[in-house]
């Protein structure tokens, strides 16, 4: 009966942008409505201020993703470019290359040869980008897919401390969103973690920890616009 492991590595990109999306659309936006609370701002100035959070938010994560991810993709096309051109002009020393790898990850220099002959028959090109380059397909570059579940997920968690900015008026509401946020930010950073097969309690305690640490300092900055005001 054959075994199969369990693996996570392929779901690094899109688990990435996710995580960094979401997280940072309760930090900023639980940060803002602090802030101009803080300040004492009206309830509607308040709300106003975390939806033009969400909306920029939103688009300058999508933004800063696609155009991160659209030069690592170019970078590896670059790459993938050279070998081709190599394996064409020097397809002898790329095989000697190849199994120079395969000896070095601790095959005797006939079997290195061997594998690497074998590989390059079958897909010249492929053994080279995986094992000379270092490129995965699970792990390549993907900027829309990146862009899209960037965004959206901020869009979901900035939409968290805004919903209870809306329900929470009054002097609690600085309380009610810093807490309800913290917990959140929890709650992601072990899901986080649970899926990546990371630690649960370090994952939810490093995200918490900063998102503790924003709202605070925004919350200071608010109060002294507020009192000069």
């Known amino acids: 009966m054959s075994h199969q492991e369990i693996h996570r590595s392929h779901r690094i990109g899109w688990l990435r942008a996710a995580v960094l ?25 308040i709300l106003l201020a975390g939806i033009a959070g969400l909306v920029a938010g939103a688009m300058s994560m999508a933004a800063g993703e696609y155009v991160s991810v659209s030069s690592q993709a170019d970078t590896e096309k670059a790459d993938i470019a050279i070998e081709k051109r190599s394996l064409k002009d ?24 061997q594998v690497a002959e074998q590989l390059m028959e079958h897909d010249a090109l492929g053994a080279h980008i995986r094992d000379d380059i270092g490129l995965a397909d699970s792990q390549s570059a993907r900027p829309l897919q990146a862009a899209l579940s960037s965004a959206s997920m901020f869009t979901l968690g900035a939409a968290l401390p805004l919903i209870v900015a809306w329900l929470t008026p009054g002097s609690t509401l600085i309380s009610l969103v810093a807490s309800s ?49």
Do not use: H, P
């Open 21 to 45: 999306g979401a997280n940072d659309g309760i930090v900023s936006t639980a940060s803002l409505i602090i802030g101009v609370a803080a300040a004492s701002a009206s309830q509607q100035s």
């Open 90 to 113: 020097n397809y002898e020393s790329e095989k000697i290359e190849l199994a120079d790898i395969y000896q070095d990850r601790g095959l005797d220099a006939d079997l290195a040869r």
């Open 181 to 229: 946020s913290l917990l959140f930010l929890a709650m992601l950073g072990a899901l986080a973690a649970k899926v990546g097969g990371a630690s649960v309690l370090k994952g939810a305690a490093r995200v918490t920890f900063w998102g503790a640490l924003a709202m605070a300092l925004t919350a200071v900055v608010g109060n002294l616009f507020g009192v000069v005001a």
